[in-house]
């Protein structure tokens, strides 16, 4: 819960229970927004929560309940929430019961289908599909009954109401033709039954439901995971020098704690003792871990590496950098509208149109005049309800995704959702993090050069020094040097010197090796035929590591992140599509110029911590561009979520990837445009079976009702109806799959 003092108004994010559909959050956004006191409200049907704000003068958390009520839904306002380890459980287990009742369905509705079109004869027939039919609906399909209950008590309707109303007739209409044959039979007509039409519905739309609650599980993983990067427990110092294990929430302003080597940082501090070297990627996203000694800055969720370091706590709680990071990322979520599918934002008028039809034509039979009028009206009124159903409606998205998810995920793309799908044909801008996303994201030996006699002792010499090393460019050099030296070798008095470098013997002599500074200080020269080379590594914003006996230069390496080699291959390719391409990244504005100019990118930005990433993103899209973010550290999580699409590098972190809405499995950025010509392909795919299931809608539910009667005497068989309404699936489901030839 947050306090805006100036304007004493509070912003709360609650659950909300009872959202069965986007329209539904849309009804529960307005009776919020609509609410007295109520500055503003945002509901997400994708994880299930309400962000409001309110005046608290004026309205309470129980009165926003109680209008939550009284639209059919519900508030979740108990202080103490639930952890997330326990929603996580209620999620996980809500996410197998619909994965059971799924499976049940299809167990059952299966043998109803194959009586229903192949068997109708068949002794005991109708029974059996009744026996069958009705734990699909009665318990695999129970959701939808309650949810149309509930909002039929509030005068209210969405596709839960159609569903249960056409399935809900057709299975009493069925029993009465079993029971009460000859009812139809002394009126010249066959006692037909829809128990398979019913039975298949369900089950289609139970597919439809468990694809999309899937899809929302992981919505919040990210921010579990941000919340996960800061330690339960932390060591605190007293006043008498005693060390104390406490829980971070206790931690106040001005504690004294204890850092071990591998622990996180607990809280934004400063280091009072000690010497370390800090892994600070989550911040900067940057590799190389940044040195800390006495007067220097921490910050929560970074990680301390091999020194101990003692730090004195100054913001703690939600003032933290990672604590804001966490805040920035709610609200990019947040701010989004859940995905809106084209058949939930028209269901509060196709749900009641369909409904008003069906009762209309059951009534226009009444006023016809023709013999039968009652049965022929009420034969109208089932077949409407019947071949309305959204079967095709509910699929055209869910199979669209699934099929290009699996025709991405063979290529290497893994899409999570319909929105990124719907807006990356839009993409203007697509704007790519430096380290890990262009650059491979760690450290490498790219140059070296060694004095002309014994190049294998002296490899030998200068791994076992590097090997003695904190240092992490010391990791990186004897991972290029592994290979390579011919002997062990023993050295003594090593020596660690802050900012320079180190020293140790070996055999008798001195060796150094560190920066230009520490040879300077040592009258070391540099040999004048490698000054050319040295010159060059400097100029590529490389590091440079010199290496060197009490009188000569022995060695000098230079270590760099590459760029990867589809880089420049995936902007040249961008740039033919007409997209613009930025850089952005937390390193040094030389090194951001050396790797743009090498990617040939032409617009980057330097020196920017996380929330002068999603900013930029933000002030391009307040231009009117759809924004594409690719990146794959944690300090990229809060820019992509504001990204109007987000791709995550499949070797990043978690959060990144959690945070993404598309994941690229071989991090290979050339993969980027390809999942753009892919997302296009399948929003082209979703379009179309939205539009031909309408249209058949459009067609269908007049000549269920009767229009051709009075023309050609042509009355649908409720038969025919289902059997249609199984072909516009099957026609969607075809449709779909022709994304897999591409």
Request: charged content about 20%; overall charge neutral.
């Amino acid at each position: 819960m947050e306090t805006d003092k100036n304007r004493n108004i509070i912003v709360r994010k609650l659950p909300v229970t009872g959202l069965s559909c986007a329209s539904c959050a849309i009804s529960a956004e307005t009776t919020l927004k609509n609410h007295a006191g109520v500055v503003n409200a945002s509901v997400s049907f994708a994880d299930s929560s309400a962000v409001v704000e309110y005046n608290p003068e004026t309205t309470s958390p129980e009165a926003l309940q109680e209008a939550i009520r009284a639209a059919g839904y519900d508030l979740i306002i108990e202080q103490k929430a639930m952890s997330a380890d326990a929603q996580d459980e209620r999620r996980a287990s809500h996410l197998k019961q619909l994965k059971r009742n799924l499976a049940l369905a299809f167990v059952f509705s299966a043998p109803v289908m194959l009586i229903g079109m192949f068997f109708m004869d068949m002794p005991y027939g109708n029974f059996i599909m009744w026996a069958l039919t009705t734990p699909v609906l009665l318990v695999f399909g129970r959701q939808f009954f309650v949810n149309a209950w509930k909002q039929a008590r509030h005068l209210k309707a969405n596709m839960d109401t159609l569903v249960a109303l056409s399935t809900g007739v057709a299975y009493l209409f069925s029993i009465f033709n079993t029971l009460n044959p000859e009812f139809w039979h002394a009126r010249g007509l066959h006692a037909h039954v829809y128990f398979e039409a019913a039975a298949v519905i369900i089950a289609f739309i139970l597919t439809g439901k468990y694809m999309e609650e899937r899809a929302k599980s992981g919505t919040s993983a990210a921010i579990r995971k941000l919340m996960g990067l800061q330690p339960k427990m932390v060591t605190r110092i007293g006043a008498d020098g005693s060390s104390q294990s406490i829980a971070i929430e206790m931690v106040q302003t001005g504690d004294l704690l204890l850092i071990k080597p591998g622990d996180k940082i607990p809280v934004d501090a400063e280091v009072t003792d000690g010497q370390s070297f800090v892994d600070e990627s989550m911040i900067t996203g940057e590799p190389l871990p940044v040195e800390k000694t006495v007067g220097h800055k921490v910050v929560a969720g970074t990680v301390n590496q091999k020194g101990s370091l003692r730090i004195r706590a100054e913001k703690v709680g939600k003032e933290t950098l990672l604590a804001q990071i966490i805040e920035m990322v709610q609200k990019a979520q947040a701010s989004k509208a859940p995905v809106q599918k084209l058949v939930d934002r028209i269901s509060a008028i196709f749900v009641p149109s369909v409904m008003g039809v069906a009762l209309l034509s059951f009534v226009a039979w009444q006023f016809s005049g023709v013999e039968n009028a009652f049965t022929f009206g009420l034969l109208s009124m089932i077949t409407v309800l019947v071949i309305a159903c959204p079967c095709a409606l509910g699929l055209a998205t869910p199979t669209a995704i699934s099929v290009g998810m699996g025709r991405g995920a063979s290529e290497g793309i893994l899409i999570k959702d319909a929105e990124s799908l719907e807006l990356a044909h839009k993409i203007d801008v697509v704007v790519l993090d430096k380290t890990g996303t262009l650059t491979h994201g760690k450290p490498v030996v790219t140059d070296q050069l060694w004095a002309d006699a014994g190049t294998m002792p002296l490899k030998s010499i200068l791994y076992a020094i590097e090997s003695h090393s904190e240092h992490p460019l010391g990791d990186a050099i004897c991972q290029a040097l592994a290979a390579d030296f011919s002997e062990t070798v023993t050295i003594s008095q090593f020596n660690s010197i802050t900012g320079r470098g180190a020293t140790a013997q070996s055999e008798g002599e001195t060796w150094f090796v560190g920066n230009r500074q520490l040879m300077d200080e040592n009258q070391i020269e540099i040999p004048a035929n490698w000054q050319p080379a040295i010159e060059k590594m400097y100029q590529e914003a490389k590091t440079v590591i010199y290496f060197a006996n009490s009188t000569d230069m022995m060695g000098v390496m230079a270590v760099s992140d590459e760029i990867k080699p589809g880089s420049a291959k995936a902007v040249k390719q961008l740039h033919d599509a007409g997209i613009e391409v930025f850089m952005l990244t937390g390193d040094n504005e030389r090194t951001a110029s050396i790797v743009a100019q090498q990617a040939g990118i032409k617009q980057f930005r330097a020196n920017l911590l996380p929330a002068d990433k999603a900013a930029f993103i933000q002030s391009l899209q307040a231009q009117g561009k759809t924004v594409a973010m690719a990146g794959d550290g944690i300090n990229d999580s809060h820019a992509l979520a504001q990204a109007d699409v987000s791709i995550a590098m499949g070797k990043g972190t978690d959060i990144a990837m959690d945070v993404a809405k598309i994941t690229l499995i071989s991090s290979d950025l050339t993969h980027i445009p390809k999942a753009i010509r892919l997302s296009r392909k399948t929003t082209i795919t979703i379009r179309q079976n939205l539009f031909w299931a309408f249209v058949y809608n459009v067609i269908a539910i007049p000549i269920a009702a009767g229009a051709l009667y009075p023309i050609w005497g042509f009355l649908l068989d409720p038969m025919i109806a289902g059997a249609a309404m199984a072909l516009s699936s099957v026609s969607v489901v075809s449709n779909s799959l022709r994304l897999r030839k591409g």
